[in-house]
Each structure stands twice: as C-alpha cells, then as structure tokens.
C-alpha cells in the first residue's frame, strides 16, 4: 500500500515527518513525501502542479493527502476524491480540481466528521491522515457524495499562461500544456523565448522554452537559472507571442 504526500511544508522542519509518523504507526503503507515545495498557500498554481504529477504516477493506486492549506481552522470543507484506484484527501479549495477535470469518472464525498481535539493549524496530522488510517484499515468513514459542480475551483481554466512552479535548477514550470513549437513565450515584455528540443540544443546560458517530463511548457537555461535571468516569481503571467 502506497500514500503519497503532496504538500507545501517544505523539506526541514517537523511537519511531514509527523503527518509520516500517524501513517507509520498504525499502518504499514509506504510513506512518499512527492512534493514537498509546492506553491505555497496557493492552492490555484499548485493545484495544476498537483494534476501534472499524478499523472505521471508509475503506479496510481493507494492514497494521497494533498495539503495547500490557507484556509486550516477555519470551516471550509474536506473533501475525498477516488480516481480509480487512488483515494486523495485534501481541502476543498480548488487544489483537486483540475485532477478532477482531467479524471471526469472521479467520485466526490465531503468529510462529515471532524475529529475530536484536533489543532487549529494541523489538520494533515490530526483529521487528514487520521483519515487515511482509518480507509488503510477498512474502517467507516462519513462522507456526503458531491458533483464536480460543487466544489471549489470547478470553473478554473485548464490551462494557465503563469508559472505555477520553480525547481532548484530555476526552470519554470507554466501551466501551459498546448503550444506549438513555432510559437515564442515572454516574461515582462523582455526577449521572446523560442523552442528547443532540450537544454544542450541551445548555447551555454541561453533560453528556451519545451514540454517537461509531466507535459507542461517549462522554460530553462542551458546549464543556467532561468528564474534569475527573468528576475520571475511563482504566479507571474507568461506571454505567449
């Protein structure tokens, strides 16, 4: 049994080792922390990330807690998605919804209970992952079923012209997922940016934009950041020329 852990906590601190820990002690599902980086506290950018990495799962059964949460403590709702054999639980903030967009066959349930002396600011420890024990143990969970009209985000575009997400190289991940090769991108008015097949067809420190490994438009530099020569943040618009 697999569970996957999306979220944006970030690789130090205490908090994905502890929602790891309530997995680990009463089950015995590996534990994958997927990403850990994720936009954070943007559900709408990470929620394009999160439906181009589950994508590209080798193996898309078990579960997932996906957790961009800037709403914790407060009433919004949990939801429980199932697409085929994968059970996801995140909050409904839209971060689910263009996996659902992609997944049309997918169920939708609302969480019913909340959990006794849960904290305000952890709910990945003390609802969502208690959650996911609980359906790892074939134990009853009260959900409400809901359409895809319901939920949050259920009106978002496909695809996005912003950068939903920057790696430790500086490539920028768009969220543009159909362009042609002819077309040419641009960030702030500054020099277009043309296509290349990959980083060694351009020279040294030169830019280019092509289709990542998960099927999004990326821009890159050739042995360079790109993210430092556009100056570019998460969330910036992305012209398309």
Known sequence: MLVYFFSDFGSDGPYVGQVEAVIRSETTADFINLVADAPGTDPYLASYLLAAVHAELPVKKGYMIAVIDPGVGSQRAIIKVTVDE?????????????????????????????????????????????????????????????????????????????IIYIDHYGNLLTGIRNLSQQQQLSLSGLKPIAYADTFSSVPAGELFWYYNSMGLVEIAANGGSAAVGLSANLGDTVQVL
């Open 86 to 162: 994968m059970t996801i639980i995140a909050p409904d903030n839209g971060l689910l919804s263009r996996l659902i967009a992609q997944n049309p066959q997918a169920q939708i349930e609302k969480l019913l209970e909340i959990p006794a002396n849960i904290s305000t600011s952890f709910h990945a420890r003390d609802w969502f992952a208690p959650v996911v024990v609980r359906l790892i143990n074939l134990q009853p969970v009260s959900t409400k079923e809901l359409e895809f009209s319901q939920i949050h985000g259920c009106e978002w575009p496909d695809e996005i012209s912003r």
